[in-house]
């Protein structure tokens, strides 16, 4: 069995792209294949073209004969003008453990910020408790004060009603003497 690289035809009318195959020769170019390698689109600017390199170099090692064009495309390749699909699934791979850690990483942020609003609610209640408590100490403070200032008022009406009461007390007693010292005269 006579192994070739080739290009089979795809897409719409006027509109192509190829898969790379390994096929037998004697296969139709749009049958059955071995193994696919690759893709190439020959319509984008630049034409994109992606090939599997380990599985080329394997295939071309055990003989198999590329076409023209395929031999063109292997050439690319070995210069790097080709997307390496060997490469790529490895870089996949590294990508999606990349999008995995970021996920996380977006994940744990979320959860320290939730965290960091709950402790900044819980503080911001502490506090409007702490000023509603310090309100009413104030408050009890303030009544207090007032209360004191009151029965200072009080006692200060009571000595000030209790002083001319004094006063008058002696004036009372001397007029009272008065008289009896009048009625002793007399």
């Known amino acids: 069995m006579s192994v070739r690289l080739r290009l089979q ?23 059955r294949f071995i193994e696919l390698l ?32 395929v031999g063109s495309l292997v050439r690319r390749m070995r210069r790097g003008d080709v997307v390496d699909l060997s490469v790529e699934g490895a870089d996949k791979a590294a990508r999606k453990a990349k999008a995995a850690s970021k996920l996380e990483a977006q994940k744990e942020m979320r959860a320290k910020a ?47 009603e209790a002083a001319p009461a004094e006063a008058e007390a002696p004036a009372a007693e001397a007029a009272a003497e008065e008289p009896a010292a009048d009625d002793a005269k007399e």
Request: proline share 5%; no cysteine.
């Open 9 to 31: 035809r795809h897409g719409a009318k006027k509109r192509p792209h190829y898969r790379v195959v390994a096929t037998d020769q004697r296969n139709s170019r749009d049958g």
């Open 38 to 69: 690759g893709t190439y689109d020959p319509l984008q600017d630049p034409p994109v073209v992606r090939m599997n390199s380990e599985r080329v170099e394997y295939w071309i090692g055990v003989g198999a004969q590329p076409s023209e064009t």
């Open 114 to 160: 939730a965290e960091a609003a709950k402790a900044a609610k819980a503080a911001k209640e502490a506090e409007a408790k702490a000023a509603e408590e310090a309100k009413k100490a104030e408050a009890a403070a303030a009544a207090k004060a007032a209360e004191e200032a009151k029965k200072a008022e009080a006692a200060e009406a009571a000595k000030e």
